[in-house]
């Protein structure tokens, strides 16, 4: 496969972008693409997930390449020929391009087998976005010797051309809350006869702000945002109950820990200030993205020496389910330049085409080199 071929192959999967879980034609195009080669497939127990495995001729270290291949529920606005013609479903975050990068390395690696000392396995993992796949793909015993990981992810704030690496954490862990204050719902116009939730769940909101500001040391990053709040139906009547849900973003794990019980603590306590009672449940998603320092380094140099410019990447507190295969495993999460303008998870994002193929051959290169080291 040569650039254009893999260009075409990036345009077609974002023309049909499928949904976590649903990753079927995705996962068949993928699977013929690589099947011409003669590339093997191990078991895989998602059914949109593959995972190919290229031997080497002589023997080395086991290194894994994962992809994510899931959509976003978005209705596309980019304007591009080749946009998505799934009504309300589009490539939003660029995971079409993570699963033509990696592909496009393993077409690569299999062209250079004979060079290869060792194995690389070539993990492309359906439902990332709503954090399953990668639980469920960590743990297949088909990857169970893989060590060292590597994933890409696309960057607009990056030119085609510039790889962001950075040692440490990098993304951040997700978890989601959902909260219940009860009261005791009556007439808004005599709210003795009642208890209220609402001032209650108020005085939460602005003093669960004080777990980030007051609650920890202010150089360890932290997250705490309430996305979703619902009470009643209407203006005269005061309703039983409030549901508050949010999220948590962190770094670091001792952190997480603290801050989830803490507000699980102050939401109790506020409650029965207010005569109220509450409940809180946790829905935990995947750890922070931790990178490697030796692997850093590695992939830095190896970067310069094929022509991209390199720079740190931010760290952001959106979550990415490649910290699921990184529990016991060393790995690094690379930051792809891609340009566009626009902000992953938004209808006009874009990415550069020009950024797809040296993404390939530097995912190739580093997996060879890797495994006969
Ligand atoms: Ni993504």
Same mark, same amino acid.
């Given at each position: 496969m040569n650039e254009q071929q893999l260009i075409a192959f990036f345009e077609d999967i974002h023309r049909h972008p499928e949904l976590a879980l649903q990753e079927t034609r995705t996962s068949g195009k993928v699977r013929e693409a690589l099947a011409a080669t003669g590339v093997e497939f191990l078991p895989c127990s998602l059914p949109t997930g593959s995972i190919a495995v290229i031997r080497g001729a002589k023997p080395g270290r086991t290194i894994g390449l994962r992809a994510d291949m899931d959509a976003l529920p978005i209705t596309e *606005?980019?304007?591009? /020929?080749?946009?998505? *013609?799934? /009504?309300?479903?589009?490539h939003a975050c660029g995971h079409d391009f993570h699963t033509s990068a990696v592909l496009g390395a393993a077409l690569l690696l299999a062209e250079r087998r004979n060079e290869l000392a060792g194995t690389v396995k070539i993990v492309f993992q359906p439902g990332e976005e709503t954090s399953e796949g990668g639980h469920i793909m960590a743990r297949e015993p088909a990857l169970q010797d893989v060590e060292e990981y590597y994933a890409c992810h696309t960057y607009p704030a990056f030119p085609a051309g510039m790889l962001g690496l950075k040692t440490g954490p990098v993304m951040a862990a997700p978890d989601a809350f959902t909260i219940t204050i009860r009261g005791k719902g009556t007439h808004a116009g005599n709210p003795h006869f009642g208890v209220d939730s609402i001032p209650a769940a108020a005085a939460l909101i602005l003093s669960a702000q004080t777990l980030i500001t007051r609650g920890k040391d202010a150089f360890e990053p932290a997250v705490l945002s309430f996305a979703h709040l619902q009470a009643g139906n209407t203006w005269n009547i005061i309703p039983e109950e409030v549901l508050l849900e949010g999220t948590l973003r962190t770094l670091d794990e001792d952190l997480r820990k603290t801050l989830r019980r803490r507000l699980g603590e102050m939401a109790e306590m506020i409650a029965k200030a207010h005569n109220c009672t509450s409940e809180i449940r946790w829905d935990i998603g995947p750890g922070p993205v931790m990178n490697d320092p030796e692997l850093c380094r590695y992939a830095q140099s190896l970067a310069r020496e094929m022509g991209f410019d390199v720079a740190p990447q931010a760290n952001t507190m959106g979550g990415e389910d490649f910290s699921e295969y990184l529990r016991d495993v060393p790995g690094l999460f690379v930051r792809v330049g891609t340009g566009g303008g626009y902000t992953n998870h938004h209808p006009k994002f874009t990415v550069n085409e020009k950024a797809l193929w040296p993404a390939a051959r530097f995912f190739a290169e580093l997996a060879l080199r890797r495994a006969g080291i």
């Open positions: *606005e980019s304007g591009l /020929p080749y946009a998505s *013609e799934v /009504p309300g479903v589009m």
